[in-house]
């Protein structure tokens, strides 16, 4: 990726004056097709739209609780960021087939529910009204999610204050905008998620641990994740995360 793209950012029409358009990022965008390439080591990667970029100090390891006291140390560089993209890009498209930027800065999306089934056909959904944008430069836009809408769904009264509430903490998410020939690549850097993090440090503290024994034994392992995150994203140089489309 490395062709950055001009945009045309103009006043919207009659129905609201004040709005600025990027004309170049509306309609309707698709994710592109998962290939796989054999790495010849047994393992294999998968190419799709689902992009990151996640730089390290050699040597640099995330540890793992695996239960009974045992830590597995997984490199960043070698381990952990081929496992976020393949991971990625094998599910994304069971749970998402296109997004639309609608010209007065709505965000839409074609969804599925995600199923334990590998072989499940995806039952596609429209989802309207949830996020929307507004045009900061050609580069950047400020994604907002609807916290009530996004919540409404949720029965669990302290799980939906609680994702609401972090929800409500980004009212402006930054999403930058590069261009590789024809496709955008929408993405998050370390400006943006390495703050987010410390934040989701400090807010799991406050999670209730009056759950069953396999349900605790993920969420201390997810704990232990995310207490590591905030030194290595100090030590990180680099960080992205986002998807490249096509239409």
Not at 7 to 19: G, I, L, M, R
Not at 144 to 167: G, H, R, V
Request: include cysteine; hydrophobic fraction near 40%; proline fraction near 4%.
């Amino acid at each position: 990726v490395c062709t950055l793209g001009f945009f045309t950012a103009c006043s919207s029409d009659d129905d609201n004056d004040e709005f600025v358009r990027n004309e170049k990022i509306e309609g309707t965008w698709n994710l592109q097709e998962v290939t796989k390439q054999d790495l010849g080591n047994g393992s294999e990667w998968y190419d799709g739209s689902a992009k990151f970029t996640w730089d390290c100090p050699e040597g640099t390891v995330l540890k793992i609780d695996m239960g009974l006291g045992y830590e597995m140390p997984m490199d960043i560089n070698t381990v952990i960021y081929p496992l976020m993209n393949n991971f990625a890009n094998e599910y994304l498209p069971k749970v998402l087939k296109d997004i639309t930027f609608t010209k007065d800065g709505k965000i839409n999306a074609t969804y599925a529910e995600a199923s334990d089934d590998e072989n499940a056909v995806p039952e596609w959904k429209t989802a309207v009204g949830y996020a929307s944008y507004t045009v900061a430069n050609e580069n950047l836009i400020l994604v907002t999610i609807d916290a009530n809408k996004a919540t409404e769904d949720i029965d669990d009264a302290a799980e939906k204050a609680q994702l609401k509430a972090m929800l409500e903490q980004y009212k402006q998410i930054p999403v930058n905008i590069r261009w590789n020939g024809s496709k955008p690549y929408f993405f998050v850097d370390k400006a943006f998620v390495q703050p987010m993090i410390a934040n989701l440090v400090v807010m799991i503290e406050k999670v209730p641990t009056d759950m069953d024994e396999e349900d605790l034994n993920q969420f201390k392992m997810l704990k232990s994740i995310l207490n590591q995150l905030p030194a290595i994203m100090e030590k990180t140089t680099k960080f992205e995360a986002g998807l490249e489309l096509i239409k």
